[in-house]
Protein backbone atom coordinates (compact mmCIF):
# COMPACT_ATOMS: atom_id res chain seq x y z
CA UNK A 1 0.00 0.00 0.00
CA UNK A 2 3.21 2.45 0.87
CA UNK A 3 4.37 1.99 -2.35
CA UNK A 4 1.23 3.12 -3.89
CA UNK A 5 1.15 5.82 -2.22
CA UNK A 6 4.88 7.20 -2.91
CA UNK A 7 4.65 6.47 -6.37
CA UNK A 8 1.61 8.91 -6.46
CA UNK A 9 3.80 11.61 -4.48
CA UNK A 10 6.06 11.06 -7.36
CA UNK A 11 3.91 10.86 -10.59
CA UNK A 12 1.69 13.08 -9.17
CA UNK A 13 2.68 15.49 -6.73
CA UNK A 14 0.12 18.40 -7.09
CA UNK A 15 -2.82 15.72 -6.90
CA UNK A 16 -5.06 16.54 -3.61
CA UNK A 17 -4.82 13.53 -1.10
CA UNK A 18 -6.72 14.75 1.49
CA UNK A 19 -9.83 17.47 1.56
CA UNK A 20 -9.92 18.92 5.82
CA UNK A 21 -12.08 21.63 6.70
CA UNK A 22 -12.54 22.42 3.09
CA UNK A 23 -8.49 22.69 2.70
CA UNK A 24 -7.27 20.43 0.20
CA UNK A 25 -3.81 19.34 0.76
CA UNK A 26 -1.42 17.59 -2.09
CA UNK A 27 0.22 14.39 -2.30
CA UNK A 28 3.29 16.46 -1.66
CA UNK A 29 2.27 17.99 1.28
CA UNK A 30 1.00 14.56 2.64
CA UNK A 31 3.69 13.03 2.48
CA UNK A 32 6.16 15.83 3.86
CA UNK A 33 3.92 15.68 6.75
CA UNK A 34 4.64 11.79 7.07
CA UNK A 35 8.42 12.81 6.67
CA UNK A 36 8.41 14.65 9.49
CA UNK A 37 6.19 12.64 11.48
CA UNK A 38 8.54 9.86 11.00
CA UNK A 39 11.52 11.76 11.83
CA UNK A 40 9.74 12.78 14.93
CA UNK A 41 9.44 9.43 15.79
CA UNK A 42 12.64 8.45 15.33
CA UNK A 43 14.29 11.53 17.37
CA UNK A 44 12.40 8.92 20.14
CA UNK A 45 14.92 6.19 19.77
CA UNK A 46 12.83 3.80 20.08
CA UNK A 47 13.63 -0.23 18.85
CA UNK A 48 13.23 -1.56 15.53
CA UNK A 49 9.66 -2.94 15.68
CA UNK A 50 8.77 -1.98 18.83
CA UNK A 51 5.27 -1.32 18.93
CA UNK A 52 3.79 2.13 19.66
CA UNK A 53 -0.23 3.45 21.03
CA UNK A 54 -1.59 6.19 18.52
CA UNK A 55 -3.64 8.71 20.42
CA UNK A 56 -5.28 10.65 18.52
CA UNK A 57 -8.60 11.92 16.84
CA UNK A 58 -8.94 12.07 12.53
CA UNK A 59 -6.83 14.95 10.97
CA UNK A 60 -4.06 15.08 8.04
CA UNK A 61 -1.46 15.06 10.70
CA UNK A 62 -3.07 11.25 12.05
CA UNK A 63 -2.56 10.13 8.64
CA UNK A 64 0.70 11.20 8.09
CA UNK A 65 1.69 9.50 11.57
CA UNK A 66 -0.20 6.11 10.25
CA UNK A 67 1.89 6.52 7.13
CA UNK A 68 4.87 7.24 8.84
CA UNK A 69 4.67 4.29 11.22
CA UNK A 70 3.80 2.27 8.40
CA UNK A 71 7.22 2.84 6.59
CA UNK A 72 8.83 2.22 9.86
CA UNK A 73 7.62 -1.22 9.85
CA UNK A 74 6.25 -0.54 13.17
CA UNK A 75 3.06 -1.96 14.77
CA UNK A 76 0.80 0.71 15.72
CA UNK A 77 -2.15 0.09 18.45
CA UNK A 78 -5.19 2.34 16.69
CA UNK A 79 -7.85 2.56 19.44
CA UNK A 80 -11.28 4.55 19.65
CA UNK A 81 -10.01 7.97 20.62
CA UNK A 82 -12.59 7.87 23.06
CA UNK A 83 -11.56 5.41 25.42
CA UNK A 84 -11.42 6.19 29.45
CA UNK A 85 -7.77 6.06 30.06
CA UNK A 86 -7.59 2.97 32.11
CA UNK A 87 -8.87 0.91 29.43
CA UNK A 88 -6.30 2.61 27.19
CA UNK A 89 -3.37 1.97 29.44
CA UNK A 90 -4.38 -2.01 29.68
CA UNK A 91 -4.47 -2.16 26.16
CA UNK A 92 -1.62 -0.32 25.20
CA UNK A 93 0.11 -2.87 27.57
CA UNK A 94 -1.35 -6.14 26.08
CA UNK A 95 -0.33 -4.88 22.77
CA UNK A 96 3.32 -4.13 24.25
CA UNK A 97 3.79 -0.45 23.77
CA UNK A 98 6.53 1.53 24.13
CA UNK A 99 5.05 4.74 23.66
CA UNK A 100 2.55 7.14 22.99
CA UNK A 101 1.85 8.86 20.04
CA UNK A 102 -0.60 11.61 19.89
CA UNK A 103 -0.76 14.67 16.91
CA UNK A 104 -1.87 18.00 16.59
CA UNK A 105 -3.05 19.91 13.59
CA UNK A 106 -0.79 22.52 13.99
CA UNK A 107 2.12 20.30 13.29
CA UNK A 108 5.15 21.78 11.00
CA UNK A 109 5.04 19.77 8.37
CA UNK A 110 9.59 21.17 8.06
CA UNK A 111 12.37 19.48 6.48
CA UNK A 112 11.76 15.91 7.58
CA UNK A 113 13.68 14.51 4.50
CA UNK A 114 12.65 11.67 2.55
CA UNK A 115 10.62 9.09 3.86
CA UNK A 116 12.67 5.83 4.55
CA UNK A 117 10.49 2.22 3.82
CA UNK A 118 10.95 -0.54 4.88
CA UNK A 119 11.31 -4.05 2.98
CA UNK A 120 9.13 -6.41 5.34
CA UNK A 121 5.26 -6.53 3.89
CA UNK A 122 4.45 -9.12 6.21
CA UNK A 123 5.10 -7.50 9.64
CA UNK A 124 2.15 -6.41 11.31
CA UNK A 125 1.58 -2.48 11.09
CA UNK A 126 -2.37 -2.03 11.80
CA UNK A 127 -3.55 -3.38 15.59
CA UNK A 128 -7.45 -2.50 15.45
CA UNK A 129 -9.51 -3.01 18.39
CA UNK A 130 -12.56 -4.95 18.77
CA UNK A 131 -15.96 -3.09 20.26
CA UNK A 132 -15.66 -4.50 23.71
CA UNK A 133 -18.98 -4.87 24.32
CA UNK A 134 -18.56 -7.97 26.27
CA UNK A 135 -15.38 -6.63 27.89
CA UNK A 136 -11.69 -5.27 27.61
CA UNK A 137 -11.80 -4.68 23.58
CA UNK A 138 -9.58 -7.53 21.90
CA UNK A 139 -6.68 -6.28 19.36
CA UNK A 140 -6.91 -7.09 15.95
CA UNK A 141 -3.67 -7.02 14.26
CA UNK A 142 -3.21 -6.93 10.66
CA UNK A 143 -0.16 -7.30 8.43
CA UNK A 144 0.84 -5.42 5.83
CA UNK A 145 0.57 -7.85 2.70
CA UNK A 146 -3.49 -8.79 4.03
CA UNK A 147 -4.14 -4.60 4.15
CA UNK A 148 -2.87 -5.14 0.46
CA UNK A 149 -4.63 -7.39 -0.60
CA UNK A 150 -8.26 -5.24 0.67
CA UNK A 151 -6.73 -2.51 -0.60
CA UNK A 152 -6.40 -3.56 -4.11
CA UNK A 153 -9.87 -4.98 -4.23
CA UNK A 154 -11.94 -2.57 -3.05
CA UNK A 155 -10.05 -0.01 -5.68
CA UNK A 156 -11.36 -2.36 -8.34
CA UNK A 157 -14.45 -3.20 -6.98
CA UNK A 158 -15.49 0.40 -6.37
CA UNK A 159 -13.46 2.51 -9.32
CA UNK A 160 -11.56 3.91 -6.66
CA UNK A 161 -8.49 5.48 -8.28
CA UNK A 162 -6.89 8.71 -9.67
CA UNK A 163 -9.54 12.36 -10.16
CA UNK A 164 -11.87 9.90 -7.96
CA UNK A 165 -13.42 11.57 -4.39
CA UNK A 166 -14.07 9.03 -1.30
CA UNK A 167 -15.96 10.21 1.84
CA UNK A 168 -14.28 9.32 5.39
CA UNK A 169 -17.50 8.92 7.35
CA UNK A 170 -15.82 6.32 9.81
CA UNK A 171 -13.74 7.43 12.83
CA UNK A 172 -9.97 6.73 12.19
CA UNK A 173 -9.61 3.73 13.86
CA UNK A 174 -12.79 1.93 12.32
CA UNK A 175 -11.96 -1.32 10.40
CA UNK A 176 -14.12 1.54 7.49
CA UNK A 177 -11.07 3.83 7.25
CA UNK A 178 -8.86 0.25 5.48
CA UNK A 179 -11.19 1.35 2.35
CA UNK A 180 -12.28 5.34 3.03
CA UNK A 181 -8.56 6.20 3.53
CA UNK A 182 -5.80 3.44 3.33
CA UNK A 183 -7.34 2.36 -0.43
CA UNK A 184 -8.12 5.57 -1.66
CA UNK A 185 -4.53 7.09 -0.89
CA UNK A 186 -2.69 4.29 -2.61
CA UNK A 187 -4.94 4.08 -5.37
CA UNK A 188 -4.31 7.54 -5.82
CA UNK A 189 -8.07 9.19 -5.26
CA UNK A 190 -8.65 12.14 -3.08
CA UNK A 191 -10.24 11.69 0.77
CA UNK A 192 -12.85 13.84 2.04
CA UNK A 193 -12.52 13.32 5.94
CA UNK A 194 -15.90 14.08 8.17
CA UNK A 195 -14.80 16.12 11.20
CA UNK A 196 -15.52 14.09 14.29
CA UNK A 197 -17.73 16.62 16.15
CA UNK A 198 -20.23 17.35 13.00
CA UNK A 199 -20.65 13.98 12.13
CA UNK A 200 -24.48 13.85 13.02
CA UNK A 201 -25.27 17.49 10.94
CA UNK A 202 -27.47 16.23 8.42
CA UNK A 203 -26.04 20.03 6.67
CA UNK A 204 -22.58 19.95 7.26
CA UNK A 205 -22.58 16.28 5.91
CA UNK A 206 -24.69 17.08 2.78
CA UNK A 207 -22.50 20.79 1.84
CA UNK A 208 -19.21 18.43 2.25
CA UNK A 209 -20.57 15.70 -0.06
CA UNK A 210 -22.23 18.46 -2.74
CA UNK A 211 -19.29 20.70 -2.77
CA UNK A 212 -16.40 18.08 -3.18
CA UNK A 213 -18.35 16.47 -5.81
CA UNK A 214 -17.76 12.79 -4.11
CA UNK A 215 -17.86 9.84 -5.96
CA UNK A 216 -18.12 6.99 -3.93
CA UNK A 217 -19.22 6.89 -0.11
CA UNK A 218 -18.88 4.25 2.66
CA UNK A 219 -20.85 4.65 6.01
CA UNK A 220 -23.15 3.15 8.82
CA UNK A 221 -26.99 3.45 7.64
CA UNK A 222 -27.03 6.39 10.53
CA UNK A 223 -25.19 8.64 7.20
CA UNK A 224 -27.98 8.01 5.04
CA UNK A 225 -30.83 8.46 7.20
CA UNK A 226 -29.18 12.04 8.14
CA UNK A 227 -29.05 12.93 4.32
CA UNK A 228 -32.35 11.54 3.80
CA UNK A 229 -33.27 14.16 6.59
CA UNK A 230 -32.09 16.65 4.48
CA UNK A 231 -34.12 16.32 1.64
CA UNK A 232 -31.93 17.20 -1.87
CA UNK A 233 -30.29 14.72 -3.92
CA UNK A 234 -26.35 14.27 -4.12
CA UNK A 235 -26.12 13.36 -8.05
CA UNK A 236 -22.44 13.68 -7.76
CA UNK A 237 -22.26 10.15 -6.03
CA UNK A 238 -21.74 6.76 -8.39
CA UNK A 239 -21.21 4.42 -5.36
CA UNK A 240 -22.99 4.28 -1.68
CA UNK A 241 -22.05 1.60 0.30
CA UNK A 242 -23.98 0.77 3.58
CA UNK A 243 -22.12 -1.62 6.23
CA UNK A 244 -21.71 -1.92 9.93
CA UNK A 245 -25.43 -2.11 10.42
CA UNK A 246 -28.99 -2.99 9.15
CA UNK A 247 -30.76 -0.18 6.48
CA UNK A 248 -33.80 0.31 7.38
CA UNK A 249 -37.03 -0.18 4.90
CA UNK A 250 -37.63 3.51 5.32
CA UNK A 251 -33.91 4.76 4.43
CA UNK A 252 -33.70 1.74 1.92
CA UNK A 253 -37.07 3.30 -0.03
CA UNK A 254 -35.31 6.80 0.13
CA UNK A 255 -32.37 5.64 -1.41
CA UNK A 256 -32.59 5.97 -4.98
CA UNK A 257 -33.81 9.47 -4.95
CA UNK A 258 -31.40 10.98 -2.45
CA UNK A 259 -28.34 9.05 -4.29
CA UNK A 260 -30.13 9.29 -8.35
CA UNK A 261 -26.91 7.89 -9.75
CA UNK A 262 -25.57 5.50 -7.64
CA UNK A 263 -24.87 1.83 -7.85
CA UNK A 264 -25.97 0.96 -4.32
CA UNK A 265 -24.35 -1.39 -1.97
CA UNK A 266 -25.24 -3.99 1.04
CA UNK A 267 -21.25 -4.52 2.25
CA UNK A 268 -20.72 -7.42 5.14
CA UNK A 269 -17.65 -8.19 7.13
CA UNK A 270 -15.80 -8.09 10.47
CA UNK A 271 -12.97 -6.28 12.02
CA UNK A 272 -11.59 -9.91 12.19
CA UNK A 273 -11.86 -10.66 8.69
CA UNK A 274 -12.34 -7.36 6.81
CA UNK A 275 -15.21 -7.58 4.13
CA UNK A 276 -16.10 -10.80 3.44
CA UNK A 277 -19.52 -10.30 1.15
CA UNK A 278 -21.10 -7.79 -1.15
CA UNK A 279 -24.86 -7.24 -2.15
CA UNK A 280 -25.59 -4.73 -4.93
CA UNK A 281 -28.93 -3.57 -4.00
CA UNK A 282 -31.94 -3.36 -6.32
CA UNK A 283 -33.80 -0.58 -4.24
CA UNK A 284 -36.74 -0.59 -6.36
CA UNK A 285 -37.53 -4.47 -5.89
CA UNK A 286 -35.55 -5.07 -2.88
CA UNK A 287 -36.96 -4.10 0.96
CA UNK A 288 -35.23 -5.02 4.31
CA UNK A 289 -33.47 -6.70 5.75
CA UNK A 290 -31.17 -7.06 2.44
CA UNK A 291 -29.31 -10.14 1.62
CA UNK A 292 -25.57 -9.49 2.75
CA UNK A 293 -24.57 -10.79 -0.60
CA UNK A 294 -21.77 -13.42 -2.22
CA UNK A 295 -18.40 -13.86 -0.63
CA UNK A 296 -16.03 -11.22 -2.15
CA UNK A 297 -12.66 -12.21 -4.32
CA UNK A 298 -10.66 -14.99 -2.37
CA UNK A 299 -13.58 -15.58 0.64
CA UNK A 300 -14.94 -18.97 1.30
CA UNK A 301 -17.99 -19.20 4.06
CA UNK A 302 -19.53 -21.91 5.87
CA UNK A 303 -22.59 -22.66 7.96
CA UNK A 304 -22.32 -24.47 10.77
CA UNK A 305 -25.46 -26.05 13.09
CA UNK A 306 -25.55 -25.64 16.80
CA UNK A 307 -23.89 -28.78 16.74
CA UNK A 308 -20.78 -27.55 15.14
CA UNK A 309 -21.36 -29.39 11.61
CA UNK A 310 -21.43 -27.99 8.18
CA UNK A 311 -24.58 -27.81 6.52
CA UNK A 312 -25.37 -27.12 3.05
CA UNK A 313 -28.73 -26.20 1.48
CA UNK A 314 -31.58 -24.28 3.46
CA UNK A 315 -31.50 -23.09 7.26
CA UNK A 316 -30.23 -20.81 9.92
CA UNK A 317 -26.55 -21.31 11.16
CA UNK A 318 -23.54 -19.28 12.36
CA UNK A 319 -21.17 -18.01 9.90
CA UNK A 320 -17.77 -18.77 9.64
CA UNK A 321 -15.68 -16.89 7.37
CA UNK A 322 -12.06 -17.43 6.09
CA UNK A 323 -10.46 -14.65 3.62
CA UNK A 324 -7.42 -12.92 2.60
CA UNK A 325 -7.77 -10.00 4.68
CA UNK A 326 -8.09 -11.45 7.69
CA UNK A 327 -6.21 -11.08 11.04
CA UNK A 328 -3.95 -14.35 11.95
CA UNK A 329 -5.73 -14.09 15.94
CA UNK A 330 -6.38 -11.86 18.57
CA UNK A 331 -3.12 -10.11 20.42
CA UNK A 332 -3.20 -11.53 24.03
CA UNK A 333 -6.02 -13.09 23.96
CA UNK A 334 -8.10 -16.41 23.22
CA UNK A 335 -8.28 -17.11 19.48
CA UNK A 336 -10.57 -20.04 20.20
CA UNK A 337 -12.75 -18.14 17.57
CA UNK A 338 -10.30 -19.18 14.96
CA UNK A 339 -10.83 -22.57 13.78
CA UNK A 340 -10.09 -25.15 11.45
CA UNK A 341 -12.32 -26.00 8.57
CA UNK A 342 -14.59 -28.40 10.65
CA UNK A 343 -14.46 -31.29 8.36
CA UNK A 344 -10.22 -30.37 7.40
CA UNK A 345 -10.45 -29.84 3.64
CA UNK A 346 -8.75 -26.52 3.61
CA UNK A 347 -5.33 -25.38 5.77
CA UNK A 348 -6.54 -22.47 6.06
CA UNK A 349 -8.37 -20.55 9.38
CA UNK A 350 -11.90 -20.03 9.41
CA UNK A 351 -13.07 -16.89 11.84
CA UNK A 352 -16.55 -17.63 13.48
CA UNK A 353 -17.97 -14.72 13.31
CA UNK A 354 -20.98 -15.27 16.03
CA UNK A 355 -23.45 -14.17 13.57
CA UNK A 356 -26.34 -16.16 12.89
CA UNK A 357 -27.33 -16.63 8.81
CA UNK A 358 -30.37 -17.71 6.99
CA UNK A 359 -29.66 -19.49 3.53
CA UNK A 360 -32.61 -20.05 1.48
CA UNK A 361 -33.43 -22.87 -1.09
CA UNK A 362 -31.78 -20.72 -3.99
CA UNK A 363 -28.54 -19.98 -1.53
CA UNK A 364 -28.94 -15.97 -0.62
CA UNK A 365 -27.64 -14.67 2.67
CA UNK A 366 -29.61 -13.07 4.77
CA UNK A 367 -28.29 -12.20 8.29
CA UNK A 368 -30.58 -13.41 11.25
CA UNK A 369 -28.49 -11.61 14.22
CA UNK A 370 -25.84 -12.18 16.62
CA UNK A 371 -26.13 -15.21 18.16
CA UNK A 372 -26.22 -13.76 21.84
CA UNK A 373 -28.71 -11.56 20.86
CA UNK A 374 -30.70 -14.56 21.09
CA UNK A 375 -33.34 -14.82 24.26
CA UNK A 376 -36.14 -17.32 25.58
CA UNK A 377 -39.07 -15.63 26.65
CA UNK A 378 -41.69 -18.39 28.55
CA UNK A 379 -39.61 -20.59 26.78
CA UNK A 380 -39.78 -19.25 23.32
CA UNK A 381 -36.66 -18.16 21.28
CA UNK A 382 -36.78 -14.57 20.38
CA UNK A 383 -34.02 -12.84 18.33
CA UNK A 384 -33.97 -9.27 19.81
CA UNK A 385 -32.42 -7.98 16.63
CA UNK A 386 -35.67 -8.83 14.70
CA UNK A 387 -37.90 -6.70 17.25
CA UNK A 388 -35.77 -3.91 16.48
CA UNK A 389 -36.42 -4.44 12.97
CA UNK A 390 -40.36 -4.67 13.44
CA UNK A 391 -39.98 -1.33 15.43
CA UNK A 392 -37.96 0.16 12.90
CA UNK A 393 -40.73 -0.17 10.54
CA UNK A 394 -43.29 2.04 12.04
CA UNK A 395 -43.33 5.46 10.45
CA UNK A 396 -42.89 7.37 13.21
CA UNK A 397 -40.21 5.59 14.97
CA UNK A 398 -36.21 6.63 14.31
CA UNK A 399 -34.91 4.45 16.41
CA UNK A 400 -34.99 1.52 18.45
CA UNK A 401 -33.17 -0.69 20.90
CA UNK A 402 -34.78 -3.89 22.48
CA UNK A 403 -32.83 -5.87 24.94
CA UNK A 404 -33.67 -8.57 27.61
CA UNK A 405 -33.95 -8.62 32.02
CA UNK A 406 -34.06 -11.01 33.94
CA UNK A 407 -37.86 -11.83 34.90
CA UNK A 408 -39.15 -14.54 37.15
CA UNK A 409 -42.36 -15.65 35.57
CA UNK A 410 -40.97 -15.23 31.86
CA UNK A 411 -37.28 -15.90 31.96
CA UNK A 412 -36.22 -13.13 30.24
CA UNK A 413 -38.47 -9.45 29.71
CA UNK A 414 -37.71 -7.49 26.99
CA UNK A 415 -37.36 -3.80 26.81
CA UNK A 416 -37.63 -1.67 24.19
CA UNK A 417 -36.07 1.96 24.13
CA UNK A 418 -37.78 3.71 21.07
CA UNK A 419 -36.52 7.54 19.65
CA UNK A 420 -40.00 8.59 18.08
CA UNK A 421 -40.39 10.83 15.28
CA UNK A 422 -43.20 13.09 16.81
CA UNK A 423 -44.78 13.18 20.29
CA UNK A 424 -47.64 12.55 19.21
CA UNK A 425 -46.97 8.46 18.94
CA UNK A 426 -47.57 6.35 22.17
CA UNK A 427 -46.73 3.12 23.53
CA UNK A 428 -50.16 1.37 22.63
CA UNK A 429 -50.03 2.21 19.16
CA UNK A 430 -46.35 0.85 19.31
CA UNK A 431 -47.59 -2.27 20.96
CA UNK A 432 -50.27 -2.77 18.46
CA UNK A 433 -47.69 -2.32 15.80
CA UNK A 434 -45.28 -5.27 17.13
CA UNK A 435 -48.35 -7.53 17.71
CA UNK A 436 -49.82 -7.28 14.27
CA UNK A 437 -45.91 -8.56 13.22
CA UNK A 438 -44.70 -10.58 16.05
CA UNK A 439 -45.37 -13.89 18.05
CA UNK A 440 -46.70 -12.95 21.16
CA UNK A 441 -43.40 -13.79 23.07
CA UNK A 442 -41.85 -11.32 21.24
CA UNK A 443 -43.79 -8.15 21.75
CA UNK A 444 -42.00 -5.96 24.57
CA UNK A 445 -42.86 -6.15 27.75
CA UNK A 446 -42.04 -2.61 28.87
CA UNK A 447 -41.53 0.28 25.75
CA UNK A 448 -39.70 3.76 26.98
CA UNK A 449 -40.16 6.55 24.36
CA UNK A 450 -37.81 9.01 24.22
CA UNK A 451 -38.04 12.58 21.92
CA UNK A 452 -33.77 12.82 21.49
CA UNK A 453 -31.92 10.58 19.63
CA UNK A 454 -30.26 7.73 21.07
CA UNK A 455 -26.63 7.19 22.03
CA UNK A 456 -24.07 5.79 19.75
CA UNK A 457 -20.54 4.15 19.68
CA UNK A 458 -17.73 5.62 18.20
CA UNK A 459 -18.83 4.01 15.11
CA UNK A 460 -22.56 5.09 14.50
CA UNK A 461 -23.90 1.83 15.70
CA UNK A 462 -26.30 2.11 19.04
CA UNK A 463 -24.44 2.63 22.10
CA UNK A 464 -26.41 -0.82 23.81
CA UNK A 465 -24.73 -1.00 27.20
CA UNK A 466 -24.97 3.04 27.66
CA UNK A 467 -28.88 2.99 26.23
CA UNK A 468 -29.74 -0.16 28.87
CA UNK A 469 -27.77 1.22 31.72
CA UNK A 470 -29.23 4.57 31.48
CA UNK A 471 -32.85 3.23 31.15
CA UNK A 472 -32.49 0.76 34.14
CA UNK A 473 -31.64 2.98 36.07
CA UNK A 474 -34.23 5.15 35.08
CA UNK A 475 -36.66 2.52 36.58
CA UNK A 476 -35.17 2.40 39.38
Given at each position: ??????????????????????????????????????????????????????????????????????????????????????????????????????????????????????????????????????????????????????????ARTFHIGPHRTVLNYAPLNFDLCLLDIWTTLAAGGRVVLVEAGRATRAGYLHDLIDRHQVDVVQAVPMLYTLLLAHGRPLPSVTHAISTGDALTTQCLAGLPGLLPNARLYNLYGCTETNDSFLHEIDAANERAPLPIGRPIDGVDALLIDPAGEVFTGPGVGELLVSTPFQTHGYLGSSNAVFVAHPRARTSGRYFRSGDLVRRDASGALTLEGRADFHVKVRGVRVNTQAVERTLLEHDDIAEAVVFAVPDPVA???????????????????????????????????AIHLVDEPLPTTSTGKPDRTRIKHTYLQGQR
Open positions: MLSRFTAHVRDRPGDTAVVWRHTEISYLQLYRRACAQQARVGRLGLADGAAVAVRTTKSPDAIALVLALLADNRPFLLPPADLSGETFAALAAKAGCVAVLSTEDSTDPGDGGELRVGGDTDSVGFMLTTSGSTGLPKIVPLTGDAVGRFTGWAGSALHAVVHRRAQATHTLAVRAHCAERLPRAAVPT
